[in-house]
């Protein structure tokens, strides 16, 4: 058993540096790393369905995030656009979902200028806030677009 011995003067007071200050400290490098491989795509989507809006559009929409969060290959950025945007609001039934999606490593935003027009702002529960600018831009960033 190692003895150990309370030092008095704190390091930030020491005029010369001690190696024997830190001994018996265990250092652990912690680094976050997606666990999801990140593809150079976007998705947005822009509206609550894929396809017609009727009850196979919106478990497509469903099933298509569902799918997302379990998959292990992933976009780099996730794009919610116009009424697509209510999925990221409180109350929504995919909001446990989307936030899957984000710890996965992908990048999720929600046009804020939808929240605005429909009045729910405030109610944003899932994904960074972004405007036009930081839309267009994430566009720009990616190899390839693809929109539902």
């Given amino acids: 058993m ?3 011995t309370i030092r008095k003067q704190p390091l930030s007071q020491r ?3 001690d190696p024997s200050y830190f ?3 265990y250092f652990e ?3 976050w790393v997606p666990s999801a491989k990140i593809s150079n795509y976007l998705m947005m989507f822009t509206r609550l369905y894929i396809g017609e809006n009727d009850d196979l559009g919106k478990a497509s929409f469903r099933d298509t995030l569902v799918t997302l969060s ?3 290959l992933v976009p780099r950025t996730l794009v919610f656009w116009n009424n697509a945007v209510k999925a990221c609001v409180e109350g929504s039934p995919l909001l446990a979902t989307i936030n899957k999606i984000e710890r996965l490593g992908v990048r999720v935003l929600v046009a804020g200028h939808a929240l605005e027009k429909l009045g729910i702002k405030g109610e944003m529960r899932a994904g960074k806030l972004a405007n036009h ?3 267009l831009e994430a566009m720009n960033q990616v190899q390839k677009v693809v929109t539902f």
Avoid: A, I, P
Wanted: glycine share 6%.
């Fill in 2 to 4: 190692q003895n150990y």
């Fill in 15 to 17: 005029t010369e540096f």
């Fill in 23 to 25: 001994e018996g400290v």
């Fill in 29 to 31: 490098k912690r680094v």
């Fill in 70 to 72: 379990e998959s292990e």
């Fill in 133 to 135: 600018f930081d839309l």
